[in-house]
């Protein structure tokens, strides 16, 4: 009886959900998770060729339907064409998984560190909340609506360990360099990133009647191949020790899309092997 119980609440058999960053490192692995449960997933990104590589890939793995598509979060007539689509495609939307986030990589030519504070160019604050807070807030309304029409529907924002933290800068600095431009975690990526839960407790409560539920997500530092002294710094500085493999919040993300967090919204799940609790 157990094991039918678990089976049902994690199911997501003719459950759509449309993932934002959708090919991206934690895009695919979210896409996984849902797709392990039998859902049907929609993987939007900016790139088109890689949203559709990454959804083919998808299909093969889990013989599921998938379906990468070109969206582009900034733009509101985008997210209402694209909505449009998917309706026309599937019939309905259960599922939103705010993923998608700017990774800035700005030429240094000034001489200048342009991730400090003093230094951070203010195209580059426009550029990553436009991407990470507002594009959020828009899928969310033009999806989110949607939902609530049908009284039926799951959001998840994807925050991080920095949205209930502060970045430990220590862990960036480079031997031989300048404190003027030792490299640091930008303003951009917690201030998006903690927006993003406030985002969540105003969403859970003004569609809690209407059959929409909204949590937030809060994962650590995975690890993709950086250099060996940042990954041992951060290590460090986690109680079990280690960074995430890419594969180990597909559970944690299976669990508030499906039933099996029926009773739960408004909440930040943290999933950062402890590294808050210190």
Not at 180 to 203: C, D, F, H, M, W
Request: with cysteine; glycine share 10%; hydrophobic share 45%.
């Amino acid at each position: 009886m157990t094991t039918q119980i678990a089976n049902g609440t994690f199911d997501l058999t003719g459950r759509v959900a449309v993932i934002t960053g959708g090919a991206g490192l934690l895009g695919k692995q979210h896409a996984a998770a849902i797709a392990s449960a039998g859902g049907t997933v929609v993987m939007a990104d900016i790139c088109l060729e890689r949203a559709q590589d990454a959804a083919s890939q998808i299909q093969r793995e889990f013989s599921v339907s998938a379906w990468g598509m070109h969206l582009d979060i900034t733009k509101e007539d985008d997210i209402c064409a694209f909505r449009d689509q998917v309706l026309a495609k599937f019939g309905h939307i259960e599922i939103l998984i705010n993923n998608a986030a700017n990774n800035p990589k700005v030429e240094n030519d000034s001489g200048k560190n342009f991730t400090r504070l003093e230094n951070f160019p203010l195209s580059q604050w426009d550029a990553d909340l436009a991407v990470g807070l507002t594009g959020a807030f828009l899928c969310s309304r033009v999806i989110g609506v949607e939902m609530a029409r049908r009284h039926k529907g799951v959001i998840v924002n994807v925050a991080s360990d920095l949205a209930v933290i502060a970045p430990d800068q220590r862990i960036y600095r480079q031997p031989g360099v300048a404190e003027e431009n030792q490299p640091v975690k930008p303003v951009t990526y917690s201030v998006v990133k903690t927006a993003l839960i406030g985002l969540t407790r105003y969403l859970a409560t003004y569609w809690a009647d209407a059959g929409v539920r909204v949590n937030s997500i809060s994962p650590g530092g995975v690890f993709a191949g950086q250099h060996e002294a940042f990954v041992e710094q951060v290590a460090h500085r986690i109680p079990l020790g280690r960074m995430a493999q890419p594969d180990e919040y597909r559970g944690a993300i299976l669990f508030l899309c499906s039933d099996a967090s029926s009773y739960m919204t408004g909440a930040n799940l943290v999933v950062d092997g402890g590294r808050s609790c210190w």
